[in-house]
């Protein structure tokens, strides 16, 4: 924590376009909020909240200038889920202010503690998987507001499909409003300059057409309150935190995850780099601060964030301005949002869904032609995602992605022959069945030193039979400095194999930390004198030098046994 408070958070003045990017953000948060919040079963007023404290405070913090943090819909579903599962009333603000409190406290942890790397680790697979089956769950969460038909079962899937075969039960006015809503968004998302506010064009078009017709369907005010107020302080209920120690790690997973890949592809117009484990601290300390002041979960989002960038933001003070001016709009126009009919919200919520899937459509065919393993970790991340509680389809593919990682880096682990041309430039070859007796054999170790490669790194070893004098040289210079205790005993006990057959083993180019732990364990003295040929910066040194000491150990021996020999 102290680091990152240490570290200079830049402030770039804010620009004219930065206001206006942040009043476009702000509206558009208005039916984006509230909707998600809606299809969790929350209180849309949570989901109003949900930009202002965190959207203030992380673009503040962030290291990433232009995301905002708000709430997301994997965010939204996933608390509901994590509440359900634990038995606690969604419509508690203790509840709540808990759940969002603890979340923050998790990502400020792994902020501090530097647990970026660890998102990278989530496969693209298992991402795309998951984000598909969370777009299908937005789909089928806002049906009957939609529609007026409330589908039946308890999968994604199924629910879908009780929905399509009772379409004689759909309500005539709610079906004609939403999908007028959906008409008029398609209309302004076909205009340039309309498109970042197409969503809150449609909002407010429908929304004053069924006011003015007179159209009877079901309104926000009949599902909600919102007050003209600014959200007060809301205390977490401490019995809850026992009962929600393992779902606030898993919306803050969730959360994390959504915001990784924010930084690539927004890059901060000041220069300035940004920092995955900065934007996680960040993103914690808004929910920290949201937490307290009555929103849902937040994280950072990349389609808030793509409304403001496409509105005109140049600094973090977009993010500001949005959150400054929703807090304005809650207060002067609060009645008129409780006249937004809820299937216009039905509509909006479908159109966000179909979004997330066609973005997604490049990705899943390239999944597709990927490999079949990554296809099937896919589909299968997909299906937990519909008919699995949340959390538990977070860890299902948080296990699908570690599975893919030992496999890939399992068959990725491989030897290469070194061979040197008469002009002394090295270049690969595949390794030798065998060593040959008296000569100098250089492999080189591509690999992670991980336990699944042993069986195919011991088959990739040349047999030891009858190699006398022979000298084996391994270039270990890309393996970790802790490799794992099989690859270890594998060394010994290929040196020792070769060592009984009269010949020896080199390793070129240890680290420190690799150096320590063959000490540690007794492997240099298994190796001998010279075993161990520390890695320096000129990178085929070590490598030269071993060889030197190669060609001396053999013509030691040579010189030996010629002297046996002699009579």
């Known amino acids: 924590m102290r680091?990152?408070?240490?570290?200079?958070?830049?402030?770039?003045?804010?620009?004219?376009?930065?206001?206006?990017?942040?009043?476009?953000?702000?509206?558009?948060?208005?039916?984006?909020?509230?909707?998600?919040?809606?299809?969790?079963?929350?209180?849309?007023?949570?989901?109003?909240?949900?930009?202002?404290?965190?959207?203030?405070?992380?673009?503040l913090t962030a290291r990433t200038v232009l995301m905002v943090t708000t709430l997301t819909s994997a965010i939204a579903l996933t608390s509901q889920s994590v509440l359900k599962e634990a038995g606690l009333d969604s419509a508690d603000p203790g509840t709540i202010a808990t759940l969002t409190v603890m979340a923050g406290v998790v990502m400020?942890?792994?902020?501090?503690?530097?647990?970026?790397?660890?998102m990278s680790f989530v496969s693209n697979a298992v991402m795309t998987g998951f984000a598909t089956g969370i777009a299908l769950q937005i789909i089928t969460g806002t049906l009957k507001d939609a529609t007026g038909y409330r589908p039946?079962?308890?999968?994604?899937?199924?629910?879908?499909?009780?929905?399509?075969?009772?379409?004689?039960?759909?309500?005539?006015?709610?079906?004609?409003?939403?999908?007028?809503?959906?008409a008029v968004w398609a209309l302004c998302s076909r205009?340039?300059?309309?498109?970042?506010?197409?969503?809150?064009?449609?909002?407010?078009?429908?929304?004053?057409?069924?006011?003015?017709?007179?159209?009877?369907?079901?309104?926000?005010?009949?599902?909600?309150h919102i007050p003209a107020s600014l959200p007060g302080v809301s205390l977490p209920d401490l019995s809850a935190v026992p009962h929600l120690?393992?779902?606030?790690?898993?919306?803050?997973?969730?959360?994390?995850?959504q915001a990784a890949g924010i930084a690539s592809s927004v890059p901060n117009p000041d220069?300035?780099?940004?920092?995955?484990?900065?934007?996680?601290?960040?993103?914690?300390?808004?929910?920290?601060?949201?937490?307290?002041?009555?929103?849902?979960?937040?994280?950072?989002?990349?389609?808030?964030?793509?409304?403001?960038?496409?509105?005109?933001?140049?600094?973090?003070?977009?993010?500001?301005?949005?959150?400054?001016?929703?807090?304005?709009?809650?207060?002067?126009?609060?009645?008129?949002?409780?006249?937004?009919?809820?299937?216009?919200?039905?509509?909006?919520?479908?159109?966000?869904?179909?979004?997330?899937?066609?973005?997604?459509?490049?990705?899943?065919l390239l999944v597709l032609r990927t490999s079949r393993l990554s296809s099937a970790a896919m589909l299968l991340t997909f299906l937990a995602t519909t008919q699995l509680p949340l959390q538990q389809a977070i860890v299902l593919g948080a296990v699908i992605s570690l599975l893919l990682y030992c496999v890939q880096a399992a068959r990725q682990a491989r030897?290469?022959?070194?061979?040197?041309?008469?002009?002394?430039?090295?270049?690969?070859?595949?390794?030798?069945?065998?060593?040959?007796?008296?000569?100098?054999?250089?492999?080189?170790?591509?690999?992670?030193?991980?336990?699944?490669?042993?069986?195919?790194?011991e088959r990739a070893l040349p047999l030891t039979t009858k190699?006398?004098?022979?000298?084996?040289?391994?270039?270990?210079?890309?393996?970790?400095?802790?490799?794992?205790?099989?690859?270890v005993k594998a060394i010994r006990r290929y040196a020792g194999h070769l060592s009984e057959e009269g010949g020896r083993l080199i390793l070129a180019g240890v680290t420190p930390g690799l150096a320590h732990v063959l000490r540690v364990t007794g492997i240099d003295r298994d190796l001998g004198e010279g075993g161990l040929v520390p890695a320096q910066e000129v990178v085929f040194e070590p490598l030269d030098r071993a060889l030197a000491d190669a060609h001396a150990w053999i013509a030691d021996r040579s010189d030996e046994a010629a002297a046996e020999d002699s009579p």
């Open 3 to 59: 680091r990152f408070l240490r570290r200079p958070t830049r402030y770039a003045r804010p620009t004219r376009s930065d206001l206006g990017a942040g009043l476009v953000t702000g509206l558009f948060s208005i039916p984006e909020g509230m909707a998600y919040a809606s299809i969790a079963g929350f209180n849309p007023i949570a989901g109003l909240y949900a930009g202002i404290a965190p959207a203030i405070v992380g673009s």
């Open 152 to 182: 039946q079962g308890h999968n994604r899937l199924y629910q879908l499909g009780d929905w399509l075969v009772h379409i004689g039960d759909w309500q005539l006015a709610a079906t004609l409003v939403s999908i007028a809503t959906i």
């Open 467 to 487: 190699a006398r004098h022979a000298v084996l040289i391994l270039v270990v210079r890309g393996a970790p400095d802790v490799p794992s205790s099989s690859m």
């Open 191 to 224: 205009v340039r300059r309309l498109e970042p506010v197409a969503l809150l064009i449609a909002m407010v078009v429908v929304s004053v057409a069924v006011a003015v017709l007179g159209t009877d369907v079901e309104l926000v005010r009949d599902i909600a």
């Open 271 to 364: 220069g300035s780099r940004s920092s995955v484990n900065g934007d996680f601290t960040a993103q914690g300390l808004a929910n920290l601060a949201g937490g307290l002041l009555q929103s849902l979960p937040a994280g950072g989002s990349l389609s808030r964030t793509g409304v403001a960038v496409s509105s005109g933001a140049r600094t973090r003070w977009a993010g500001v301005f949005s959150g400054v001016l929703l807090a304005l709009v809650v207060l002067v126009c609060a009645p008129l949002a409780e006249r937004i009919p809820m299937p216009v919200i039905g509509g909006l919520i479908l159109v966000v869904g179909g979004e997330l899937i066609w973005g997604r459509r490049h990705d899943i």
């Open 415 to 457: 030897f290469a022959a070194l061979t040197r041309d008469t002009e002394g430039r090295w270049h690969f070859a595949d390794p030798p069945d065998r060593l040959p007796p008296g000569e100098v054999t250089v492999l080189y170790y591509g690999g992670v030193s991980l336990f699944a490669e042993l069986p195919g790194i």
């Open 245 to 257: 120690v393992g779902g606030s790690v898993a919306v803050a997973l969730v959360a994390l995850a």
């Open 108 to 118: 400020v942890l792994m902020g501090v503690l530097r647990l970026g790397a660890v």
